[in-house]
């Protein structure tokens, strides 16, 4: 099992760009080349439900200076070795051409990830990021069968929960946070609830039984369950309403990055979005960005 190693030496800071849906271009990279985070996260839908467009964002998103992990939401089930493909594409090249002039980059690479698991190092403490299940289109059934089966070897929701398990089972740091496309069962049955259904009469919960059951057996296992973090359930409901963004749950921080779109107009100007967390040794800091395009 491969495990990719991010090593800060200061404050950790996480920059989570909510599902893109095609709101992602030249000047995000700008801005994002001017910030100074750690690492991207980017919960996925990438693209506007088709192939191609998924495989623009990402040839995009491959142009990034900064490490970052890319998880596949359920409208970017096309050819995934041909996303991977594209994500590390660009990035190989930089690395080439830093190489030729004599400054490695030594940084992780941009990824996919899902169903896998990476390690932060910081002064203050290590933290285990595990990437939940790829693709997920929330509900309790598991999204896309036939394909989950042919590019993970996942058919059913319990070999997912298994798969999640043995992920937690190979950490070795206390503290933990789940990455995901969709968030968690078990944060409300309302529409309006940070995972509720609001496009089906009686709404209930849409969040993803596996990743609960994940949580769920890795608190069992003494660990610390820092933050899960997810998308898919746009913020903005069917029904008109916002759900919440963020909740604390005993010691947990539950965080729906999907704020779609991530790019829009207000009064005064174009405003671009992404959540920032920091971890150091107060703990963990969250706040919302909106970044004004000409501010
Ligand atoms: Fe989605």
């Known amino acids: 099992m491969t495990q990719n190693f991010l090593?800060?030496?200061?404050?950790?800071?996480?920059?989570?760009?909510?599902?893109?849906?095609?709101?992602?271009?030249?000047?995000?990279?700008?801005q994002f080349a001017r910030a100074n985070y750690d690492l991207l996260y980017f919960t996925g839908d990438l693209g506007g439900g088709t192939p191609d467009s998924t495989l623009r964002i990402a040839q995009s998103i491959a142009q990034?200076?900064?490490?970052?992990?890319?998880?596949?939401?359920?409208?970017?089930?096309?050819?995934?070795?041909q996303l991977a493909a594209e994500l590390t594409h660009q990035n190989?090249?930089?690395?080439?051409?830093?190489i030729t002039k004599g400054t490695e980059n030594t940084q992780n690479p941009i990824s996919l990830c899902g169903y896998s698991q990476h390690r932060i190092n910081t002064p203050h403490t290590d933290i285990g990021l595990i990437a939940a299940r790829p693709h997920s289109m929330g509900g309790v059934s598991l999204s896309f069968p036939e394909y989950m089966e042919a590019t993970y070897g996942i058919s059913t929701l319990e070999q997912s929960t298994q798969r999640l398990i043995d992920l937690v089972?190979?950490?070795?740091?206390?503290?933990?946070?789940?990455?995901?496309?969709?968030?968690?069962q078990g944060l409300g049955q309302e529409p309006q609830d940070m995972w509720g259904c609001d496009f089906k009469e009686n709404g209930g919960d849409w969040g993803?039984?596996?990743?609960?059951?994940?949580?769920f057996y890795a608190r069992e296992k003494g660990k610390k369950i820092l933050a899960v973090i997810g998308g898919h359930m746009h913020l903005r409901t069917k029904q008109g309403h916002e759900r919440p963004?963020?909740?604390?749950?005993?010691?947990?921080?539950?965080?729906?990055?999907?704020?779609?779109p991530r790019i829009f107009q207000s009064k005064e100007d174009v405003h671009r979005h992404h959540i920032l967390?920091?971890?150091?040794?107060?703990?963990?800091?969250?706040?919302?960005?909106?970044?004004?395009?000409?501010g």
């Open 169 to 184: 089972d190979n950490t070795d740091t206390e503290n933990l946070i789940f990455l995901a496309h969709n968030g968690p």
């Open 245 to 260: 963004w963020k909740t604390t749950i005993g010691d947990t921080l539950y965080i729906n990055a999907a704020k779609v």
């Open 64 to 81: 990034l200076n900064q490490p970052a992990l890319v998880m596949p939401g359920n409208n970017d089930t096309g050819d995934i070795h």
């Open 7 to 30: 090593t800060v030496d200061k404050d950790f800071r996480l920059a989570i760009v909510g599902d893109l849906h095609t709101h992602w271009d030249h000047i995000d990279l700008a």
């Open 92 to 98: 190989g090249m930089n690395r080439l051409l830093s």
């Open 208 to 215: 993803d039984p596996d990743l609960t059951d994940a949580i």
């Open 277 to 294: 967390m920091t971890i150091n040794e107060q703990g963990i800091q969250i706040e919302e960005k909106l970044i004004p395009e000409y």
